[in-house]
């Protein structure tokens, strides 16, 4: 079995106004001779990173593998960071991500040009065990060439579904936000769904969202409490920050 914890803890939100906020979700695993991350986020995320990796005792020299569910920026840009780590990602993403020109979207150019050069890259075919008790799927929708990863070799087996389900809310519904193929991205929540539903207990960590259980019911119940909030300068001292908890509102757009 893994250690499964969750390092930086995504958040089911947009910016109104400032484009993506990218508050993406990442994972330690550590067992079998292995430090894995299950993606590394966006610039914003590393000094909250570095720190929460001490804070479980470990090193970004220490870390063996990076593991990506896409090439989007909020979940793949910090490979960089963790320079004897073998990379993972889906081959189906890098050629798609490689074949892209730069546009006004969420998808890193130069980095995804770095992973497709680097040799420190391994691309994982679809349904691959590539690393022992870790099952890559195609979750294709979000991108073309979304993963999840099934963490089999745990009981009970945990989910990463990245954001081919990325909150509560899509799996709910049934529906998406932010996706290049409607259709594709409904088709995978059904199968995420059943890879859920198939083991009592089964954990399923989102890509921007707390992690969840299914309850007596069969619905979502998220295990931990959420924790998000903003410090804000709005008066005349740098001394004096206003705190905008974003924990929860009450009001729904």
Not at 2 to 17: F, M
Not at 159 to 167: H, P, V
Request: hydrophobic share 40%.
């Amino acid at each position: 079995m893994y250690q499964v914890d969750v390092l930086i803890q995504g958040y089911p939100g947009k910016a109104v106004c400032h484009g993506g906020l990218g508050w993406s979700t990442i994972a330690l695993l550590r067992g079998r001779n292995r430090t894995i991350l299950i993606d590394v986020g966006a610039f914003g995320v590393r000094r909250e990173l570095l720190k929460q990796l001490r804070q479980h005792g470990v090193e970004p020299e220490a870390i063996t593998d990076v593991v990506l569910t896409h090439a989007h920026y909020d979940h793949s840009v910090n490979f960089t960071l963790f320079p004897t780590a073998t990379i993972w990602i889906g081959e189906d993403e890098l050629a798609w991500a490689e074949r892209q020109p730069p546009g006004f979207n969420p998808l890193p150019e130069l980095y995804v040009r770095e992973l497709a050069a680097s040799s420190r890259v391994r691309r994982v075919a679809a349904n691959e065990m590539f690393i022992e008790g870790i099952r890559a799927i195609p979750a294709r929708g979000h991108t073309p060439g979304s993963l999840l990863f099934h963490l089999e070799a745990n009981e009970p087996p945990v989910l990463f579904t990245g954001d081919a389900a990325k909150n509560r809310a899509e799996l709910l519904s049934h529906d998406v936000d932010a996706t290049a193929d409607r259709a594709e991205s409904q088709d995978t929540i059904d199968r995420i769904w059943r890879l859920w539903r198939a083991t009592p207990g089964a954990i399923l960590i989102p890509g921007h969202d707390l992690s969840m259980r299914l309850d007596d019911n069969g619905n979502p119940a998220y295990t931990g409490r959420r924790s998000a909030a903003i410090a804000a300068w709005f008066g005349e001292s740098i001394e004096l920050t206003a705190k905008i908890d974003l924990e929860k509102s009450s009001e729904a757009a």
